[in-house]
């Protein structure tokens, strides 16, 4: 169905971050690639992911979106309900439009109930949807939108590129898209807040400006990701194991710490 293009540049590019050692994932070359994609599109941030999904769901998360419904089209790839799902979030199908096939506006205003959290329009195939209008109404009934720009990178409406005009958008870079990293996608937003949270939801909620293993010291918990909080861990200061009667000592809850071992991946 497709042919990735690639020639020895792309060649050059991998082996140059491979010899670098470090920083594969979340090194200079990435953080040049957010800053490229945040200027490209017009947004003051992006936050790449290792996909599409999984940057819709980070979005849905550094939202704070809880429990709720949240309005997606009928005519989509799964991951874009699967994002919801997986983050505890019900999807409700809306019918699209003929013209670009993306969420018919008057489908989406029916379906709006006091449970709806959020839009999020899919600008299918490289054409843009009803997305101004899509913006009323969301903006009408005080919900989110969250733009699925996964497969339209680039695309526009007279001179505004898709992904600025909701609150955030995603984008994908999988093998089929407009341009491709062979997997993955970014979240790009305007919004400092959820530009912070989208990162620690990439990190399991460790700031990135600190040594890895001293940021729970600053943060007991993180109100998303998934961060271990080893406030209480039965150790000494020396890094030995404390005895069964220290630790007894030491320990709250009447000497379990089974309790003290918190894993959040809550969202508040």
Same mark, same amino acid.
């Given at each position: 169905? +497709?042919?990735? @293009?690639?020639?020895?540049?792309?060649?050059?590019?991998?082996?140059?971050? =491979?010899?670098?050692?470090? @920083?594969?994932?979340?090194?200079?070359?990435? /953080?040049?690639?957010?800053?490229? =994609?945040?200027?490209? %599109?017009?947004?003051?941030?992006?936050?790449? +992911?290792?996909?599409?999904?999984?940057?819709?769901?980070?979005?849905?998360?550094? &939202?704070?979106?809880?429990?709720?419904?949240?309005?997606?089209?009928?005519?989509?790839?799964?991951?874009?309900?699967?994002?919801?799902?997986?983050?505890?979030? $019900?999807?409700?199908?809306?019918?699209?439009?003929?013209?670009? +096939?993306? *969420?018919?506006?008057?489908?989406?205003?029916?379906?709006?109930?006091?449970?709806?959290?959020?839009?999020?329009?899919? &600008? !299918?195939?490289?054409?843009? #949807?009803?997305?101004?209008?899509?913006?009323?109404?969301?903006?009408?009934?005080?919900? *989110?939108?969250?733009?699925?720009?996964?497969?339209?990178f680039g695309a526009k409406i007279g001179k505004e590129k898709v992904g600025n005009f909701g609150d955030s958008?995603? =984008?994908?870079? #999988?093998?089929? /898209?407009?341009?491709?990293?062979?997997?993955?996608?970014?979240? %790009?937003?305007?919004?400092?807040?959820?530009?912070?949270?989208?990162? *620690?939801?990439?990190? &399991?909620?460790?700031?990135?400006?600190?040594? !890895?293993?001293?940021?729970?010291?600053?943060?007991? @918990? %993180?109100?998303?990701? @998934?961060?271990?909080? +080893?406030?209480?861990?039965?150790? /000494?200061?020396?890094?030995?194991? #404390?005895?069964?009667?220290? $630790? /007894?000592?030491?320990?709250?809850n009447g000497g379990s710490w089974k309790s003290e071992r918190r894993y959040s991946s809550s969202v508040s």
């Amino acid at each position: 169905m +497709f042919k990735i @293009y690639w020639d020895e540049d792309d060649v050059h590019a991998v082996n140059e971050v =491979i010899r670098s050692g470090m @920083y594969w994932t979340t090194g200079p070359k990435s /953080k040049e690639f957010e800053r490229m =994609i945040a200027e490209y %599109v017009g947004r003051k941030y992006a936050v790449v +992911f290792n996909s599409g999904t999984s940057a819709l769901q980070a979005a849905v998360l550094a &939202h704070r979106i809880k429990a709720g419904e949240v309005i997606v089209p009928s005519f989509t790839f799964i991951a874009t309900s699967n994002a919801l799902l997986m983050a505890g979030i $019900k999807p409700v199908f809306a019918d699209i439009e003929e013209k670009t +096939f993306g *969420l018919d506006p008057r489908s989406v205003e029916a379906a709006i109930t006091k449970k709806t959290k959020a839009i999020i329009p899919v &600008h !299918y195939g490289g054409s843009p #949807c009803m997305i101004r209008e899509l913006r009323d109404v969301a903006e009408d009934h005080k919900v *989110l939108l969250i733009e699925d720009a996964a497969e339209s990178f680039g695309a526009k409406i007279g001179k505004e590129k898709v992904g600025n005009f909701g609150d955030s958008a995603m =984008i994908s870079f #999988c093998q089929n /898209k407009v341009i491709t990293t062979g997997e993955g996608g970014a979240v %790009v937003t305007d919004s400092q807040d959820v530009y912070e949270r989208l990162k *620690l939801v990439r990190s &399991h909620g460790r700031l990135e400006n600190m040594d !890895y293993f001293s940021t729970w010291k600053e943060m007991d @918990y %993180v109100t998303l990701g @998934y961060h271990g909080s +080893f406030g209480h861990f039965p150790v /000494k200061e020396n890094g030995q194991a #404390c005895s069964d009667e220290e $630790k /007894k000592s030491r320990a709250p809850n009447g000497g379990s710490w089974k309790s003290e071992r918190r894993y959040s991946s809550s969202v508040s």
